[in-house]
């Protein structure tokens, strides 16, 4: 994690990996003759609703920093609402990944009744998790103290208000 946080880049390395650990178990799976797992609707519920509460949470923070909202979050709940944040990029990624290698799985497998709407649900709750890393990314820059202009202009020769030093 850099400075910033969790960046696309860090979202992108985890679902790529986690896609391609699951493409070979699931690949290995189904050649010894095993079915896939049942994926559900529900799911895709439970990733709208948490995406909607990242964003949520985001949003009181961001309408404090730009002074929207005299009503401070406290410094704990700001904190959790960064934590959840990265939480939702990181997640929502491996998620991605996990049912894109679903949906490359059930690509091969067309000939299977049932491998077409296997293959769309996957699809959905691809785009849907990919959803929930935007919504984290969007939440944690809203919770993204902006910086101080007057911290850059203290410090200089013979500017009485520097920093202390010991």
């Given at each position: 994690?850099?400075?910033?946080?969790?960046?696309?880049?860090?979202?992108?390395?985890?679902?790529?990996?986690?896609?391609?650990?699951?493409?070979?178990?699931?690949?290995?799976?189904?050649?010894?003759?095993?079915?896939?797992?049942?994926?559900?609707w529900f799911a895709l519920v439970a990733i709208v609703l948490l995406s909607l509460a990242v964003l949520a949470g985001g949003w009181e923070v961001r309408a404090y920093l730009r002074g929207m909202s005299t009503?401070?979050?406290?410094?704990?709940?700001?904190?959790?609402?960064?934590?959840?944040?990265?939480?939702?990029?990181?997640?929502?990624?491996?998620?991605?990944?996990?049912?894109?290698?679903?949906?490359?799985?059930?690509?091969?497998?067309?000939?299977?009744?049932?491998?077409?709407?296997?293959?769309?649900?996957?699809?959905?709750?691809?785009?849907?998790?990919?959803?929930?890393?935007?919504?984290?990314?969007?939440?944690?820059?809203?919770?993204?103290?902006?910086?101080?202009?007057?911290?850059?202009?203290?410090?200089?020769?013979?500017?009485?208000?520097?920093?202390?030093?010991?």
């Amino acid at each position: 994690m850099t400075e910033n946080g969790v960046t696309w880049r860090h979202a992108t390395v985890v679902g790529v990996v986690v896609l391609g650990v699951v493409y070979a178990l699931l690949r290995l799976s189904v050649s010894r003759g095993n079915g896939l797992p049942h994926g559900t609707w529900f799911a895709l519920v439970a990733i709208v609703l948490l995406s909607l509460a990242v964003l949520a949470g985001g949003w009181e923070v961001r309408a404090y920093l730009r002074g929207m909202s005299t009503r401070p979050p406290s410094p704990q709940r700001a904190r959790r609402t960064l934590v959840a944040a990265q939480a939702c990029v990181l997640a929502g990624a491996a998620v991605a990944g996990w049912y894109a290698a679903y949906a490359l799985v059930e690509a091969g497998r067309l000939s299977a009744n049932s491998a077409l709407s296997g293959m769309v649900q996957a699809i959905v709750l691809t785009v849907a998790s990919i959803g929930a890393v935007a919504a984290g990314l969007v939440a944690q820059g809203w919770c993204r103290i902006p910086e101080d202009k007057d911290d850059d202009s203290r410090g200089g020769p013979g500017d009485p208000g520097g920093p202390v030093r010991a």
